[in-house]
């Protein structure tokens, strides 16, 4: 075992404690970002001037009406950026504009001496536009060429030989909607200059360094003027890893200027109106399987919708391409990924970051196919699963395969799965109108950032003469706990009671140069660098003369009469990692979360409305660092996807209307999310037993994405469910989001199915079965 994942008796880490911050959630004490503006003097407040087309010349901007409006201070324009006029670091992001690139774009900002004057302000200011044609859906995207970023290709063995062997070839298709991430908190950033202009930013973001970068080269300083602090986030799902700088940035620009606080929050239609989402993706696809059922082909391209900037497309759809295998073996396959440009909002990380695009494309092509191979989709999954000693499409062995096997025997087991579905079999039977589906799906999921600079991390321990201790890492708190396990992580490696460790929000004078807070390696980069930090103040205390019969507080203090150094920068950057983009070939990721979930469903065949009536997890989290915080993990994630798979419906206006490209559901009452009322009727989650993972902070894994796939469960019982009302062998096509009246399309058509068009006993439909 690793000195980095041995545990201690009586560690803090495995404790089932409640959140840090739980009680202040709860009762409403937690301050956020914009909580900090009653607290401040003299802040300024913005608000954007945002266009009314998907895609427009900006002719002229007549700012001075503005200034008419009581209260108006300060209209920013490009003209008064000092930098670079980029809110990205790939430098397709204007922050000013002067190309309307998607409905809702802002062009410029009004700061006043309230929200309602900013408001007034920006209506005031005067744009004329020339409209420009545009792209609103991918396919448009697709039919014009209209194309950003570097296209990879995921390659291994011959597809063209494995498809000359395959007993039966189906090609098909797949356009699958993105997400709003409705994180509570929206966007918000509060701005103050010091007496010397340097600048404090207070900023709601997953990655501090990259705002703090993002600020410097706006305003053409070194960072070592900029500091950005994150107290907390009311969610961020991946929305706040590179959408935030932005909106740091004009709230220093309005700082720096005007010499008061500044003030930006976005309200929640401007939240979803101006930020990226979830990518959408088109997908091609053909595969084949020999007559037991295996994969021995598949050939696909994905299109990821990225809106109208790059971002984090680029890495989102190398992710999508890492994961299109998902949990399955797939000898021969070529994969091309491109991403689409269109006038839309640019989007982004979302949980899972391209990786539950490339799964779902597998999950749909084997729940569309078993019925046409004869076989019940369960059956076709866990036949392909990896076995151990297989190797991924880029290369890397799949370590611990053997967990796939452990889940789903765990979920059979404890979901009492056989004996449920003869009783759905024969509950179907006897329901003309209402049928039910079991359905079950693995995850795999590699941990670790792609691009290997990336797996690095930095922490500050102090330890005070009294013995308390206050610690410092580089990751954010979004409410996945993080912060609770570095606690636990800090008593356990110092041997000291949770009690006596406090944490200080995350800030980028304290630990520089981190990554954001992404790609579920929180816990696993941070812990282990503040693992390495308390070590070391650990050996100097070792040294402490006499120090074996003291206490811990009379050990800290004999030390520092000593004067022993009680204070530490720890680091930590994960080994063994390397990955080639280009080829995209390597080791990217340290190991793999596995998962599996049965969900249960019953289908309303008038109306196609459902219900999630019971849900079994069984999922891999290595020794839990912190298993209630876990639990609560999965089960959101697991809704979360559930609402991206089921209910959450983003519409854009594709018409040659005068609204052309603006988002149709911008509020809570047109863009459904799942609530209480969708919750699993019966939710069981287990952690898997006897996980310990070698090699990482004490024994864990990483949890915050994986769970988010274990949803494509919901999807697949609704499918199985939709076939039941049709003829046995019935293949379903089903659209995604899977909302009620795609169901109900999607049972129409089983209902009307030819009863028998099978062909060598095998069924034909959808997807089409072609010669090889
Ligand atoms: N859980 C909550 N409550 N809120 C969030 O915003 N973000 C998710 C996940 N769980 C999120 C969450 C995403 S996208 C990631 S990458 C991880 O948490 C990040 O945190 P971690 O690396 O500490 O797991
Ligand atoms: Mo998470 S999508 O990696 O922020």
């Not at 606080?261 to 976005?266: A, D």
């Not at 929180?522 to 003369?545: F, H, M, P, S, Y």
Request: aromatic share 8%; proline share 5%; charged share 20%.
């Amino acid at each position: 075992m690793s000195a980095l994942s041995e545990r201690p008796e009586n560690a803090a880490v495995g404790l089932p404690l409640q959140h840090e911050s739980a009680t202040l959630h709860v009762t409403g004490a937690a301050l956020y970002t914009d909580d900090l503006v009653g607290r401040t003097r003299d802040v300024l407040h913005a608000w954007p001037v945002q266009a009314p087309y998907a895609r427009a010349r900006v002719r002229e901007l007549r700012t001075e009406p503005a200034y008419d409006v009581p209260g108006v201070v300060r209209v920013l324009t490009a003209a008064d950026v000092p930098g670079v006029n980029d809110a990205g670091i790939k430098h397709d992001e204007p922050l000013f504009p002067t190309e309307v690139m998607f409905h809702g774009h802002a062009l410029c900002w009004v700061l006043a001496e309230t929200l309602e004057a900013a408001r007034l302000g920006a209506a005031a200011v005067q744009v004329d536009y020339e409209q420009l044609p545009s792209l609103v859906s991918v396919r448009d995207a697709i039919g014009a060429g209209s194309f950003q970023g570097t296209p990879r290709r995921l390659e291994r063995g011959d597809v063209d030989a494995g498809f000359a062997a395959a007993a039966h070839v189906f090609e098909g298709e797949l356009e699958f909607a993105g997400q709003e991430h409705f994180y509570l908190e929206t966007h918000g950033s509060l701005a103050l200059v010091d007496e010397a202009g340097q600048v404090f930013v207070q900023s709601s973001t997953q990655h501090p360094s990259e705002t703090q970068e993002i600020v410097a080269h706006v305003l053409g300083v070194p960072s070592h003027e900029v500091t950005v602090q994150c107290l907390r986030m009311g969610g961020a799902f991946g929305g706040k890893e590179m959408q935030p700088h932005g909106f740091a940035a004009i709230a220093a620009l309005g700082a720096r200027l005007t010499g008061r606080p500044v003030r930006l929050r976005l309200n929640r239609t401007q939240d979803m109106t101006m930020s990226g989402k979830r990518h959408g993706f088109h997908s091609r696809w053909r595969v084949g399987f020999d007559d037991g059922g295996c994969l021995v082909a598949l050939e696909a391209t994905l299109t990821a919708d990225g809106g109208w900037s790059l971002d984090l497309s680029e890495p989102v759809l190398a992710r999508a391409l890492c994961h299109v295998d998902n949990a399955y073996w797939i000898p021969n396959i070529s994969v091309q990924g491109r991403i689409a440009k269109t006038n839309k909002t640019s989007q982004t990380a979302f949980r899972g970051f391209g990786g539950p695009q490339g799964m779902l494309v597998i999950e749909d092509i084997l729940g569309r196919c078993a019925p046409l191979l004869g076989l019940d989709a369960g059956e076709l999954r866990r036949r392909n699963f990896y076995r151990p000693g297989q190797t991924t499409p880029y290369g890397q062995p799949v370590r611990h395969a053997e967990r796939l096997d452990a889940c789903w025997d765990g979920v059979l087991t404890s979901g009492d799965v056989r004996r449920r579905q003869q009783e759905i079999a024969r509950f179907n039977a006897g329901s003309p109108h209402r049928k039910r589906g079991l359905a079950m799906t693995p995850v795999k999921f590699g941990i670790s950032f792609n691009l290997t600079a990336f797996n690095q991390a930095g922490a500050l321990v102090h330890v005070y003469k009294d013995g308390s201790v206050l610690i410092n890492h580089g990751g954010t708190e979004m409410g996945q706990g993080l912060h609770t396990k570095m606690l636990q992580v800090a008593a356990t490696t110092l041997g000291i009671p949770l009690s006596r460790v406090r944490l200080a929000p995350t800030r980028t004078d304290k630990v520089p140069n981190t990554s954001a807070t992404a790609a579920s390696s929180g816990a696993d980069l941070n812990g282990a660098a503040i693992k390495n930090a308390c070590e070391q103040i650990k050996a100097r205390l070792a040294e402490v003369e006499g120090g074996d019969r003291l206490t811990w507080e009379q050990l800290v203090n004999t030390a520092y009469h000593q004067r022993i150094q009680l204070w530490a920068a720890g680091f930590y950057k994960t080994e063994g990692l390397h990955w080639d983009a280009a080829a995209m070939r390597g080791q990217p990721f340290k190991y793999f979360a596995y998962g599996v979930a049965a969900a249960e469903v019953e289908v309303d065949g008038f109306s196609g409305a459902y219900a999630v009536r019971r849900v079994d997890i069984v999922h891999d989290v290595g020794d839990s660092l912190s298993p209630l915080v876990d639990i609560g993990q999965i089960e959101g994630g697991f809704v979360q996807g559930a609402g991206w798979l089921t209910l959450e419906d983003l519409r854009w206006d594709e018409s040659d209307g005068p609204h052309r490209g603006r988002l149709a559901t911008q509020a809570a009452s047109t863009y459904k999310l799942p609530s209480l009322s969708e919750m699993p009727a019966e939710f069981n989650v287990t952690l898997l037993e006897k996980a310990h993972e070698d090699g990482v902070v004490y024994g864990s894994k990483a949890v915050g994405e994986p769970p988010l796939m274990l949803a494509f469960s919901v999807r697949e019982a609704l499918r199985q469910a939709a076939a039941a009302f049709g003829p046995a062998g019935t293949s379903v096509d089903l659209a995604s989001p899977a909302t009620p009246e795609a169901v109900y399309w999607a049972l129409d058509a089983a209902r009307k199915a030819d009863p028998d068009p099978t062909v060598d006993g095998v069924a034909r439909r959808q997807p089409e079965e072609v010669s090889s």
